[in-house]
T-cell receptor, first 111, second 114 residues
Protein backbone atom coordinates (compact mmCIF):
# COMPACT_ATOMS: atom_id res chain seq x y z
CA UNK A 1 0.00 0.00 0.00
CA UNK A 2 0.95 3.64 -0.08
CA UNK A 3 3.49 4.77 2.47
CA UNK A 4 5.20 8.07 3.21
CA UNK A 5 8.33 8.26 5.32
CA UNK A 6 9.45 11.57 6.79
CA UNK A 7 12.77 12.59 8.34
CA UNK A 8 13.91 13.89 10.70
CA UNK A 9 11.31 13.60 13.44
CA UNK A 10 12.74 16.61 15.25
CA UNK A 11 14.88 19.46 13.96
CA UNK A 12 16.41 22.33 15.90
CA UNK A 13 17.99 25.29 14.14
CA UNK A 14 19.24 28.73 15.03
CA UNK A 15 17.22 31.66 13.82
CA UNK A 16 18.39 32.65 10.35
CA UNK A 17 19.64 29.18 9.44
CA UNK A 18 17.99 26.92 6.88
CA UNK A 19 15.88 23.85 7.63
CA UNK A 20 15.35 20.87 5.36
CA UNK A 21 12.77 18.10 5.82
CA UNK A 22 12.74 15.06 3.56
CA UNK A 23 10.01 12.62 2.60
CA UNK A 24 9.98 9.43 0.58
CA UNK A 25 6.89 7.87 -0.96
CA UNK A 26 6.29 4.32 -2.06
CA UNK A 27 3.75 4.47 -4.87
CA UNK A 28 5.13 5.79 -8.14
CA UNK A 29 1.58 6.73 -9.17
CA UNK A 30 1.53 9.53 -6.59
CA UNK A 31 1.12 12.84 -8.34
CA UNK A 32 0.41 15.46 -5.68
CA UNK A 33 2.66 16.36 -2.75
CA UNK A 34 1.46 18.95 -0.21
CA UNK A 35 3.18 20.19 2.93
CA UNK A 36 1.21 21.17 6.01
CA UNK A 37 2.19 23.18 9.05
CA UNK A 38 0.53 22.52 12.40
CA UNK A 39 1.11 24.99 15.19
CA UNK A 40 0.52 23.88 18.75
CA UNK A 41 -3.16 23.30 19.42
CA UNK A 42 -4.22 24.25 15.91
CA UNK A 43 -5.33 22.47 12.78
CA UNK A 44 -2.85 21.60 9.99
CA UNK A 45 -2.73 24.19 7.23
CA UNK A 46 -1.30 23.93 3.73
CA UNK A 47 1.89 25.93 3.21
CA UNK A 48 3.02 24.74 -0.20
CA UNK A 49 2.34 21.92 -2.64
CA UNK A 50 3.86 20.50 -5.79
CA UNK A 51 2.55 18.32 -8.57
CA UNK A 52 4.43 15.57 -10.33
CA UNK A 53 4.93 17.55 -13.53
CA UNK A 54 7.08 20.13 -11.68
CA UNK A 55 10.52 19.63 -10.14
CA UNK A 56 10.66 22.64 -7.86
CA UNK A 57 8.37 25.30 -6.46
CA UNK A 58 9.18 28.33 -4.35
CA UNK A 59 7.10 30.70 -2.27
CA UNK A 60 9.16 33.38 -0.49
CA UNK A 61 11.25 31.57 2.16
CA UNK A 62 9.71 28.16 1.46
CA UNK A 63 10.59 25.83 -1.39
CA UNK A 64 9.77 22.25 -2.25
CA UNK A 65 11.72 19.97 -4.57
CA UNK A 66 10.55 16.71 -6.12
CA UNK A 67 12.64 13.87 -7.49
CA UNK A 68 10.23 11.46 -9.17
CA UNK A 69 12.90 8.96 -10.09
CA UNK A 70 14.02 8.58 -6.50
CA UNK A 71 10.48 9.05 -5.19
CA UNK A 72 11.38 11.69 -2.67
CA UNK A 73 10.52 15.32 -2.05
CA UNK A 74 11.86 17.89 0.35
CA UNK A 75 10.80 21.09 2.10
CA UNK A 76 13.34 23.86 2.40
CA UNK A 77 12.86 26.81 4.73
CA UNK A 78 15.43 29.58 4.50
CA UNK A 79 16.14 32.39 6.97
CA UNK A 80 14.15 30.62 9.65
CA UNK A 81 12.27 32.65 12.23
CA UNK A 82 10.87 31.65 15.65
CA UNK A 83 7.35 31.69 14.19
CA UNK A 84 8.39 28.86 11.87
CA UNK A 85 8.43 26.60 14.94
CA UNK A 86 5.72 23.99 14.43
CA UNK A 87 5.13 20.42 13.30
CA UNK A 88 5.43 19.96 9.56
CA UNK A 89 3.76 17.12 7.67
CA UNK A 90 4.40 15.96 4.14
CA UNK A 91 1.78 14.01 2.23
CA UNK A 92 1.38 12.17 -1.05
CA UNK A 93 -1.77 11.67 -3.02
CA UNK A 94 -2.86 9.35 -5.75
CA UNK A 95 -5.87 10.18 -7.92
CA UNK A 96 -6.28 13.32 -5.83
CA UNK A 97 -8.64 11.58 -3.45
CA UNK A 98 -6.53 9.87 -0.81
CA UNK A 99 -3.92 11.82 1.15
CA UNK A 100 -1.32 9.78 3.00
CA UNK A 101 0.72 11.73 5.53
CA UNK A 102 4.21 11.33 6.88
CA UNK A 103 4.83 11.07 10.60
CA UNK A 104 5.70 14.74 11.03
CA UNK A 105 8.77 16.81 11.88
CA UNK A 106 8.86 19.03 14.93
CA UNK A 107 10.88 22.11 13.98
CA UNK A 108 12.22 24.37 16.71
CA UNK A 109 13.82 27.66 15.78
CA UNK A 110 15.86 29.19 18.57
CA UNK A 111 16.34 32.96 18.67
CA UNK B 1 -12.74 29.80 9.41
CA UNK B 2 -12.03 27.21 6.69
CA UNK B 3 -15.68 26.16 6.24
CA UNK B 4 -15.22 22.80 7.93
CA UNK B 5 -16.50 22.28 11.44
CA UNK B 6 -15.94 19.48 13.89
CA UNK B 7 -17.89 18.99 17.08
CA UNK B 8 -17.48 18.62 19.92
CA UNK B 9 -13.97 19.93 20.61
CA UNK B 10 -13.56 17.65 23.62
CA UNK B 11 -15.35 14.36 24.20
CA UNK B 12 -15.22 11.90 27.03
CA UNK B 13 -16.38 8.33 26.65
CA UNK B 14 -16.79 5.48 29.03
CA UNK B 15 -15.30 2.17 28.06
CA UNK B 16 -17.72 0.02 26.09
CA UNK B 17 -19.67 2.95 24.68
CA UNK B 18 -19.98 4.02 21.08
CA UNK B 19 -19.52 7.70 20.34
CA UNK B 20 -20.04 9.76 17.17
CA UNK B 21 -17.86 12.67 16.08
CA UNK B 22 -19.44 15.24 13.81
CA UNK B 23 -17.84 16.79 10.71
CA UNK B 24 -19.65 19.31 8.51
CA UNK B 25 -18.33 21.34 5.57
CA UNK B 26 -19.88 24.08 3.46
CA UNK B 27 -17.09 24.23 0.89
CA UNK B 28 -18.92 22.10 -1.68
CA UNK B 29 -16.09 19.58 -1.43
CA UNK B 30 -16.57 16.10 -2.85
CA UNK B 31 -13.94 14.31 -0.77
CA UNK B 32 -13.89 14.02 2.99
CA UNK B 33 -11.43 12.28 5.30
CA UNK B 34 -10.96 11.22 8.89
CA UNK B 35 -7.52 11.07 10.44
CA UNK B 36 -6.31 10.06 13.83
CA UNK B 37 -3.36 11.92 15.35
CA UNK B 38 -1.25 10.38 18.11
CA UNK B 39 1.99 11.86 19.43
CA UNK B 40 4.90 10.93 17.20
CA UNK B 41 2.74 9.05 14.71
CA UNK B 42 1.55 11.78 12.40
CA UNK B 43 -1.83 11.62 10.75
CA UNK B 44 -3.17 8.17 10.08
CA UNK B 45 -6.07 7.72 7.68
CA UNK B 46 -9.18 6.06 9.15
CA UNK B 47 -11.77 6.42 6.38
CA UNK B 48 -12.26 8.56 3.33
CA UNK B 49 -15.11 9.32 0.98
CA UNK B 50 -14.96 10.59 -2.58
CA UNK B 51 -18.69 11.05 -3.16
CA UNK B 52 -21.99 10.75 -1.37
CA UNK B 53 -23.00 7.23 -0.36
CA UNK B 54 -19.50 5.91 -0.94
CA UNK B 55 -16.52 5.55 1.38
CA UNK B 56 -13.34 3.46 1.68
CA UNK B 57 -11.28 2.18 4.56
CA UNK B 58 -8.00 3.81 5.32
CA UNK B 59 -5.03 2.27 7.12
CA UNK B 60 -6.62 1.99 10.59
CA UNK B 61 -10.35 1.48 10.00
CA UNK B 62 -10.86 -1.30 12.53
CA UNK B 63 -13.18 -0.22 15.35
CA UNK B 64 -14.52 2.76 13.40
CA UNK B 65 -17.51 3.31 11.11
CA UNK B 66 -18.65 6.19 8.93
CA UNK B 67 -21.55 7.28 6.74
CA UNK B 68 -21.82 9.76 3.88
CA UNK B 69 -25.53 10.35 3.38
CA UNK B 70 -25.02 14.02 2.54
CA UNK B 71 -22.23 15.80 0.70
CA UNK B 72 -21.75 18.19 3.62
CA UNK B 73 -21.52 15.63 6.40
CA UNK B 74 -19.15 12.77 7.23
CA UNK B 75 -19.71 11.56 10.82
CA UNK B 76 -17.29 9.11 12.43
CA UNK B 77 -18.44 6.57 15.00
CA UNK B 78 -15.85 5.18 17.40
CA UNK B 79 -17.18 1.82 18.47
CA UNK B 80 -16.46 -0.24 21.54
CA UNK B 81 -14.37 -2.49 19.28
CA UNK B 82 -11.69 0.22 19.07
CA UNK B 83 -9.30 -0.84 21.81
CA UNK B 84 -7.35 2.38 22.14
CA UNK B 85 -9.66 5.22 21.13
CA UNK B 86 -8.08 8.04 23.13
CA UNK B 87 -6.62 10.35 20.48
CA UNK B 88 -7.03 13.58 18.57
CA UNK B 89 -9.33 13.17 15.55
CA UNK B 90 -9.12 15.42 12.52
CA UNK B 91 -11.63 15.68 9.71
CA UNK B 92 -10.64 17.16 6.35
CA UNK B 93 -12.22 17.85 2.99
CA UNK B 94 -11.07 18.64 -0.53
CA UNK B 95 -12.40 18.90 -4.05
CA UNK B 96 -10.85 15.55 -4.80
CA UNK B 97 -10.36 14.40 -8.35
CA UNK B 98 -12.34 17.17 -9.95
CA UNK B 99 -10.25 20.19 -8.95
CA UNK B 100 -7.45 21.36 -6.68
CA UNK B 101 -6.67 18.86 -4.04
CA UNK B 102 -5.75 21.09 -1.10
CA UNK B 103 -7.32 19.54 1.98
CA UNK B 104 -8.83 21.81 4.61
CA UNK B 105 -8.94 20.56 8.17
CA UNK B 106 -11.42 21.01 10.95
CA UNK B 107 -10.24 22.11 14.37
CA UNK B 108 -10.25 18.54 15.67
CA UNK B 109 -11.96 16.56 18.41
CA UNK B 110 -10.00 15.26 21.35
CA UNK B 111 -11.53 12.01 22.54
CA UNK B 112 -10.68 10.62 25.96
CA UNK B 113 -11.84 7.30 27.31
CA UNK B 114 -12.51 7.43 31.05
Amino acid sequence: GENVEQHPSTLSVQEGDSAVIKCTYSDSASNYFPWYKQELGKRPQLIIDIRSNVGEKKDQRIAVTLNKTAKHFSLHITETQPEDSAVYFCAASIRADKLIFGTGTRLQVFP
Amino acid sequence: DGGITQSPKYLFRKEGQNVTLSCEQNLNHDAMYWYRQDPGQGLRLIYYSQIVNDFQKGDIAEGYSVSREKKESFPLTVTSAQKNPTAFYLCASSFGQSRDTEAFFGQGTRLTVV
